[in-house]
């Protein structure tokens, strides 16, 4: 069974400065998507950034980068110059691309917290 | 576009009364599954459908069941509640099955067992 595991529940970052969250998984698959979400007081999950296994480019979107290292089994995220509304609870998430398997899976979630 | 939507927002109910919560997917999308998030703790995979057919279930009793409606909006129904299923319950929409084309989430239904 796949496993996403997230080893720091709480983390804090001075505004402005960069911060990395960890995230390690667990899987016999070959070929899968890897997601970082973001989770705000509203409850709704906001997809951050995703990433192909297949890929071994990372992938970046504007402020956020990820270190994807596939033999490692692990996907950590980078914020850069962290924003006050970068605070929530970040969810790293794995999905196998095999058809039929349908279960987003994931960790425990690390809470973000933003020194102005 | 509209995101995707449910309803109600929040819900109290009484031990062993049942509750049925509902999901409007984005517009074009056909995939919708269900994810119970209890506090503290990541989200659970409850069910996937697609095209109206279940297509994945997760390590729930069979209290919990869905359905996808030919708008490929859904419903999920729970019978029995227990105070344990008290608990956020997220939807989440994708144009089709598998993580190609990512999901997104509803702003979930917060229940409480009392």
């Known amino acids: 069974a796949q496993t996403v595991t997230q080893s720091q529940p709480e983390m804090s970052v001075q505004e402005a400065e960069t911060v990395t969250l960890s995230c390690t998984y667990d899987t016999s698959e070959s070929d899968y998507y890897l997601f970082w979400y973001k989770q705000p007081p509203s409850r709704q999950m906001i997809l951050v950034i995703r990433?192909?296994?297949?890929?071994?480019q990372n992938a970046t979107e504007n402020r956020f980068s990820v270190n994807f290292q596939k033999a490692a089994k692990s996907f950590s995220l980078k914020i850069s110059d962290s924003q006050l509304g970068d605070a929530a609870m970040y969810f790293c998430a794995y999905i196998a691309s095999n058809f039929g398997n349908e279960k987003l899976t994931f960790g425990t979630g690390t809470r973000l917290t933003i020194i102005p | 576009d509209a995101g995707v939507t449910q309803s109600p927002t929040h819900l109290i109910k009484t031990r062993g009364q049942h509750v049925t919560l509902r999901c409007s997917p984005i517009?074009?999308?056909?995939?919708v599954s269900w994810y119970q998030q209890v506090l503290g703790q990541g989200p659970q995979f409850i069910f996937q459908y697609y095209e109206k057919e279940e297509r994945g279930r997760g390590n729930f009793p069979d209290r919990f069941s869905a359905r996808q409606f030919p708008n490929y909006s859904s419903e999920l129904n729970v019978n029995a509640l227990l105070l344990g299923d008290s608990a956020l319950y997220l939807c989440a929409s994708s144009l089709s099955t598998g993580g190609f084309y990512g999901y997104t989430f509803g702003s979930g239904t917060r229940l409480t067992v009392v």
């Open positions: 517009s074009g999308h056909k995939s």
């Open positions: 990433q192909e296994a297949y890929k071994q």
